[in-house]
């Protein structure tokens, strides 16, 4: 079965500055899916990025990037020039390029941005 | 936002209460999921669909039920409601691999 970890439960950063959220996941499956996803407080989950694993290009989406490797199992996210509006819980989740499209979602990470 | 709606948003009730939380999308969508997320945790599937009259049991075993009846309507019903099922539940639609698109949630607490 396939697992997602998230090892920070809670992330600190100034506003303006970068911050990088960990995230590594098991897998036997050779092709599949990598996402961020956002969940602000009492409001709807969001999509923030994701990668295809068959691609060696990190995704890129405005201040939001990743770092894929592969052979390592992870998929870091890296904030630039955060914004209070980045204060949220980020989920990161897995799913598999075939059959079931169910995603497995890791812990979670509660991102505070102080001002 | 998507246009994906979850009634009620939040909920509270006695034991031994049926409920039914609603979960609608006006995107067409096929695939239909339902998610259960304790305070602070991750989201676990309960229950899927890959269309009408097509349901699945998902990774997290839950004594709830789904129905599949319209494209657009995926309401999951506990029949007898129990502090256990205190929780949160998010329903979630997708045409396509790349994304899923989530529901307010449904915040449930059972008495």
């Known amino acids: 079965a396939q697992t997602v970890t998230q090892s920070q439960p809670e992330m600190s950063v100034q506003e303006a500055e970068t911050v990088t959220l960990s995230c590594t996941y098991d897998?036997?499956?050779?092709?599949?899916?990598l996402f961020w996803y956002k969940q602000p407080p009492s409001r709807q989950m969001i999509l923030v990025i994701r990668q295809e694993a068959y691609k060696q290009q990190n995704a890129t989406e405005n201040r939001f990037s990743v770092n894929f490797q592969k052979a390592a199992k992870s998929f870091s996210l890296k904030i630039s020039d955060s914004q209070l509006g980045d204060a949220a819980m980020y989920f990161c989740a897995y799913r598999r390029s075939r059959g079931a499209q169910k995603l497995v979602f890791g812990q979670g990470t509660r991102l505070t941005i102080n001002p | 936002e998507a246009d994906i709606y979850q009634t009620p948003r939040y909920l509270v009730i006695g034991t031994g209460k049926k409920i039914t939380l609603e979960c609608s999308q006006t995107?067409?969508?096929?695939?239909m999921y339902w998610y259960q997320q304790d305070p602070g945790m991750e989201l676990h599937l309960i229950h899927y669909?890959?269309?009408?009259?097509?349901?699945e049991k998902g990774d997290l075993s839950s004594e709830s039920t789904v129905s599949r009846i319209r494209t657009e309507h995926f309401p999951l019903t506990l029949e007898s409601a129990r502090p256990s099922h205190t929780s949160q539940y998010l329903c979630a639609s997708s045409d396509n691999p790349l994304e899923q698109y989530f529901g307010p949630g449904t915040r449930l607490t059972v008495t």
């Open positions: 669909s890959y269309g009408v009259n097509s349901t």
């Open positions: 995107m067409g969508h096929d695939k």
């Open positions: 897998t036997s499956e050779s092709d599949y899916y």
